[in-house]
């Protein structure tokens, strides 16, 4: 079974502040990807990053990074310098692979970032 | 398409009713599937299609859900005799999903049907 664990319900940041989402994940699969969906007010699910359980090392792009670690099973992420319009839920999730390609998401319950002005 | 296309966005039905929600994927995409979001939750799995086929349905709740991809392009997930605790969003997702491609096993979403059962 795989599972996704979102420990922080809601964050709230003064703009400009650094801030970290955690993500932990249980599986028992040795190949799977891990995903940062951003789910902004208006509802939509826009895909952020995804990771291979073969590839641990840390990703940047430009105010946004992952650090992946299989030892301690997470794949946190950080937002640099954060702005008013990073305001979202902030979705990890899990995919197993099978036949050459990740199958379906188990999602994490999310983490609901503000950011004050 | 640009990208996932979803409709209706918002459809509120009578209890008892049945309700069609279609998605129109990516061009060219294999995997289609769908999603069933709660207020306050993460999307959970419905179930899943490569081209026509359906290969995984595990996560349908009952058999008053039910999806075909009858071409292997559009998708329509239906629900007969709709029940107020069936209210949510409904998220279709789209992956190019070839071997070949390590790009093709991200999974893009629409912006999702909210429904309401009244």
């Known amino acids: 079974a795989q599972k996704v664990t979102q420990a922080q319900t809601e964050i709230s940041v003064v703009e400009k502040e650094d801030v970290t989402l955690d993500c932990v994940y249980e599986?028992?699969?040795?190949?799977?990807?891990l995903f940062w969906y951003k789910q902004p007010p208006s509802g939509e699910l826009v895909f952020l990053i995804r990771?291979?359980?073969?590839?641990?090392q840390n990703e940047i792009s430009g105010r946004y990074s992952w650090n992946f670690q299989k030892s301690t099973s997470s794949f946190n992420f950080t937002i640099t310098a954060s702005q008013v319009v990073d305001s979202a839920v902030y979705f990890c999730?899990?995919?197993?692979?099978?036949?050459?390609?990740?199958?379906?998401?188990?999602f994490g319950s999310g983490t609901q970032l503000t950011v004050l002005p | 398409g640009a990208g996932v296309s979803q409709s209706p966005r918002y459809k509120v039905t009578k209890r008892g009713q049945d309700v069609a929600l279609r998605c129109d994927p990516i061009?060219?995409?294999?995997?289609l599937y769908w999603y069933r979001q709660a207020l306050g939750q993460g999307p959970e799995f419905l179930t899943y299609?490569?081209?026509?086929?359906?290969?995984?349905k595990s996560g349908l709740p009952n058999d008053r859900f039910s999806a075909e991809r009858p071409e292997g392009s559009i998708s329509t997930l239906t629900i007969q005799r709709t029940e107020q605790r069936d209210s949510a969003m409904y998220r279709c997702?789209?992956?190019?999903?070839?071997?070949?491609?390590?790009?093709?096993?991200?999974?893009?979403f629409g912006e999702g049907s909210w429904l309401t059962v009244v």
């Open positions: 997702a789209s992956s190019l999903a070839r071997l070949d491609s390590f790009s093709g096993n991200t999974i893009y």
């Open positions: 599986t028992r699969d040795t190949t799977y990807y």
């Open positions: 990771r291979n359980s073969f590839d641990e």
């Open positions: 999730a899990l995919s197993f692979f099978s036949s050459g390609s990740a199958r379906q998401l188990t």
């Open positions: 061009s060219g995409h294999v995997s």
């Open positions: 299609f490569n081209y026509e086929a359906q290969q995984d």
